[in-house]
């Protein structure tokens, strides 16, 4: 049994995907966590019915639109961070960042508590008319970070066994495998086996190889020559496809067209004197773009395939998380595009023949800053994390090229650059991806952007790389602001925080410690949290807890009173010194001490990585000056520093100049022109990191509400397209799924255009639909909220044997399977062999408590199970009945394994043509599309037919048999 039912995601121009696959015996997978740019809570109502279910969950992509709201939900929804989650290293590594830059950049992705939710308050009847907008607790950085930290990783090709939820169905041998997907780094295709069923789920993949990510390993069976699709992919019971990527009219001639179309409108615009603004996400397609840019001005600066054009441009990136992001990247090369990896080990053989006695610095001043570097160091892209960083940017003078985030020009740093770059005629703002709307909410900037640049293609009729003007244009779009409440608002809030905190309780239970153990996490960095079990072992942790303390520590999580913290208040307020003692008792007399827990791993102590920085990289580590050690703030009332600390100003503004900046100032003579620039801006960019503080959505202290103001923006610019979506086109689809052959197609992740226009082509190509010869196959489209029935189409039942016919069944193992070939005779359960087989048992049953009554045997016969039985022929039948057929071979044998086996045995195989392996040069194994194993022997092979060990061909024969389970008849 398999049922699909999309939550998010099916036939809507929504981008989130959300998807529940249902298998037998109650287990539930939930296969992403996406959310759209409106965070309306009231999308995840359906995931939130369906939590207590979940047996675990999978991530495809490191994308708003497939973990969105991952974060969210471990934070709000109890239970959630019970289930195991699984991923790709690069989707848990850049997916956090993502949330982590999400959150810093918009209150939006806090979301407003729902109206329904405040309606039975007593509280509620001012706001009968609208919603307060009241904002929800968002998750901070590090509980982001502790949140990511529960998903395990997978390698590629990796069969793994998930582990069920604690409130989970047994899974029963159902094994889960990722596959490469393109589209993002670490991106997947997941291949889920359960019995018979077998469920490829494809959403949002590349075939196409590009400058950083390879393609989809749709074709990448090893001994197949890129000609056959895998072999663990192909035929599975039911696949889930999207087509979302097949509207758009690609751009002919692939990558090179792609990028020379972009190339050729930034040039045209740097030429005129203009900037150009690239709106894109901040960790997954935003790779391939810096990486495209960082080449093309690498080469038209060294006068290496270029006309210097570029020179007199800067290329910058900003992202609140763009400098951890490519820290990140640049330890997963592995997961990228070969050529990535042979471009490192280049440069790191040139860097290491280089004299080692020199230092760094010697080395990049004698080589004038030609030395190569690794992919996403970056020579000529600059970093933008903060506010202020952005703000000097655009007030600079000169033609600049902008990388920033979000795609949707909903939130970061891409909304303000917009609104800077949108009244000068000379600039351009190219969108990469498709801006899709969401239904019931007013459109966007990039969405009005989107439209407008489509209407105008429309008329001109031409695919793509138009430049439109929007000369005169205006749009409307809303500002988010957070204010603290007022009035009644407050007791509002603090009402619901009680009823979610008492919910949580009780769905929790007993378990609720397990939970509050992962959140551990986040107190241990901020010191708010004390414990004692550092020598405890990691199973036992949690145990301890009982029911009040775990109460407590959920509500110290939530945000309480100054009554209810009490002395408490000292270290969970900021700028609160004070608290009166009189009449205290206990430890309510005493100032709360918290004793910091010794954090360690595997390898021994946590290593903090900003204190192995080289000089040239303490300048900027999480947006803050990191050169004299540490953040520079005000002098406060009550705060600490340390006696030798020169990075505290005084009161009036005045700041001491430590003497170690003026010595690398003047050690750093022969540094670049960019080391010398970041030095010089090196107290400015500290005195704006507090006001970038004051400028973030979090400045509000305590509850807050959402505020939106419209805001006009008046369009001079001009706008133009280049697809860097990264997604299938209708011709990959069209090619594809045929070779796939799924007996079931699940159409999802794509508006109702999109979807039944791929529906069409499928089922022209492939003959669908019920009444069909064989190869024909069922094709869905489901709405949000349709459960489809998928389940596989075979003649299975369940029997049960009896003992004489399992006494002569000799078990063959193939791949962890019994198999065994059988003849015998169904017959119907027979009620009475149970009460013979026990009849011993309810003697004795009789013996000590009396007769057994009527009704209780009775009772008995109706719940028996009444499952048939196969028994074996009887002797003046077997006769007559008695098979013909021969003992057959089962199994698969992978021609890669088969040349390992000839490799060994002192004879030569190698791959020549198409998925062909010759042997001696004289026998030719092929595997067809069907799994059968064809060898083509030439006349040299069977010189001596007798001679079974001289011969090639009968010692290839004998090696596939011996690879096989010979399966006898009974």
């Known amino acids: 049994m398999f049922n699909f039912t999309p939550l998010l995601g099916a036939q809507s121009s929504s981008p989130a995907s959300q998807s529940i696959l249902e298998f037998e015996g109650g287990i539930k997978a939930l296969i992403d966590v996406g959310w759209d740019e409106s965070f309306d809570v009231e999308e995840l109502k359906g995931l939130e019915r369906q939590v207590s279910t979940l047996s675990f969950i999978l991530l495809t992509h490191a994308t708003t639109a497939h973990l969105g709201a991952f ?90 066994q998930p582990l069920p939820s604690p409130f989970s169905p047994p899974l029963g041998g159902l094994t889960i495998t990722a596959y490469s997907a393109g589209h993002t780094l670490g991106g997947t295709i997941w291949h889920i086996q359960h019995g018979l069923e077998s469920i490829v789920y494809a959403v949002d993949w590349n075939q196409a190889r590009e400058h950083v ?70 960790s997954a397609r935003v790779l391939e773009l810096a990486y495209l840019l960082e080449e093309t001005w690498h080469a038209d600066t060294s006068g290496r395939g270029g006309n210097g054009s570029l020179q007199n441009a800067k290329v910058f990136l900003a992202s609140r998380t763009g400098g951890a992001t490519m820290r990140y990247v640049r330890s997963m090369l592995e997961w990228m595009e070969e050529g990535i990896v042979k471009e490192f080990e280049t440069a790191s053989g040139i860097l290491d023949n280089q004299d080692q006695r020199r230092t760094r610095n ?43 985030s979000d795609t949707s020009l909903e939130w970061g740093f891409s909304r303000d650059t917009a609104r800077s770059l949108a009244s000068d005629p000379r600039n351009l703002v190219i969108m990469t991806q498709r801006v899709g709307g969401v239904p019931g909410r007013d459109k966007g900037l990039g969405e009005f952007l989107w439209d407008l640049w489509n209407q105008q293609r429309s008329q001109n009729e031409t695919a793509s790389a138009v430049i439109v003007d929007t000369t005169g244009k205006e749009v409307v779009v809303q500002r988010a602001q957070t204010v603290p409440l007022e009035g009644t608002e407050l007791p509002l809030y603090q009402e619901y925080l009680a009823r979610q905190r008492q919910l949580q309780t009780t769905l929790q239970g007993d378990a609720s410690a397990s939970i509050e153990t992962t959140a551990d996490v986040v107190d241990d960095r901020s010191s708010s949290t004390s414990t004692t079990s550092e020598d405890t072992d990691m199973e ?54 918290v ?23 303490r300048d900027e580590v999480d947006g803050e000056d990191m050169r004299d050690g540490g953040p ?115 159409l999802v992740a794509g508006d109702e255009t999109d979807t039944s226009e791929v529906a069409e082509d499928c089922r022209r190509l492939m003959g669908a639909g019920p009444g069909q010869p064989e190869g024909g196959i069922d094709i869905f489209t489901p709405a949000v909220g349709m459960t489809i029935d998928a389940s596989v189409d075979t003649n299975a039942w369940t029997v049960k044997l009896s003992r004489t016919m399992a006494k002569k069944l000799h078990w ?97 195989a190698e791959f020549r043509g198409e998925g062909t392996l010759v042997i001696n040069g004289t026998v030719a194994v092929r595997k067809s599309a069907t799994g059968q194993i064809e060898i083509d ?18 010692k290839v024969k004998r090696k596939i048999y011996e690879g096989l389970a010979v399966v006898a008849g009974v």
């Open 71 to 160: 974060a969210h939900c471990c934070k709000h929804f109890p239970l959630f961070t019970r289930i195991p989650v699984y991923a790709t290293l690069p989707v848990i590594s850049l997916g956090r960042t993502l949330l982590q830059d999400l959150y810093a950049s918009t209150p939006l992705a806090s979301s407003t508590i729902p109206k329904d939710a405040l309606s039975e308050s007593a509280f509620s009847l001012p706001f009968r008319d609208g919603n307060p907008n009241i904002l929800l607790q968002p998750p901070t950085s590090d509980e982001i970070a502790s949140y990511f930290s529960l998903i395990n990783p997978l390698k590629y090709s990796q069969p793994h």
């Open 213 to 282: 990510l390879a393609g989809a390993a749709w074709l990448g069976g090893a001994g197949t020559g890129g000609s056959e699709v895998l072999e663990q992919l192909r035929r599975p019971t039911a696949m889930i496809c999207s087509s979302r990527g097949a509207g758009p009219v690609a751009l002919a001639g692939g990558r090179n067209k792609r990028d020379e179309a972009l190339l050729s409108m930034i040039r045209d615009t740097v030429e005129a004197g203009g900037s150009v603004l690239i709106p894109s996400d901040s």
């Open 362 to 404: 010697q080395q990049a001043s004698k080589t004038n800053g030609d030395k190569p570097s690794a992919p996403f160091d970056f020579k000529h892209i600059k970093l933008l994390e903060r506010r202020s960083q952005v703000n000097r940017m655009l007030g600079t003078a000169g033609p600049k090229v902008i990388l920033a």
């Open 540 to 593: 036992h942790q949690g145990k301890v807890l009982n029911t009040t303390a775990t109460m407590q520590h959920t509500r110290n999580k939530l945000g309480l009173s100054d009554a209810e913290l009490g002395i408490n208040i000292l270290i969970r307020r900021k700028n609160v010194h004070d608290y009166e003692v009189r009449g205290k008792k206990g430890r309510e007399k005493m100032f709360p001490y």
């Open 595 to 617: 004793s910091k827990r010794r954090r360690a791993d595997d390898f021994g102590d946590l290593i903090r990585p900003e204190d192995y920085l080289r000089a040239e990289e």
């Open 632 to 746: 520079k703030k005000e002098n406060e009332v009550g705060q600490k520093r340390k006696w030798d600390d020169p990075g505290l100003r005084n009161v009036d503004g005045a700041r001491r100049m430590p003497n170690t900046a003026n010595k690398r100032r003047r050690a750093g003579t022969g540094a670049s022109h960019d080391m010398m620039d970041s030095i010089e801006h090196a107290d400015t960019e500290s005195e704006a990191s507090d006001s970038d503080f004051e400028e973030g959505p979090n400045t509000v202290e305590g509850p807050s509400k959402l505020v939106l103001e419209p805001e006009t923006i008046r369009l001079n610019c001009r706008i133009s397209f280049v697809d860097f979506s990264g997604l299938h086109d209708r011709r990959s689809i069209q090619m594809l799924v045929p070779l796939i052959k799924p007996r079931k197609l699940i």
């Open 812 to 908: 063959q193992k193939v791949k962890g399977l019994g198999v065994v070939a059988i003849t015998g005779q169904l017959q119907a359960a027979n009620l009475d062999d149970d009460i013979k087989l026990e009849g011993g048992a309810k003697k004795k049953l009789k013996s000590a408590s009396g007769d057994l009554s009527g009704p209780t045997s009775k009772q008995a016969n109706s719940d028996a199970d009444v499952t048939p039985v196969l028994d074996v022929i009887p002797a003046n039948m077997a006769a007559s009945a008695r098979s013909v057929a021969q003992p057959f071979h089962v199994g698969d044998l992978r021609l890669a394994d088969l040349r390992r086996i000839m490799q060994s045995s002192g004879m030569s």
């Open 937 to 954: 022997g030439g006349a040299y092979s069977m010189a001596d037919p007798r001679n079974t060990e001289a011969g090639t061909f009968f």
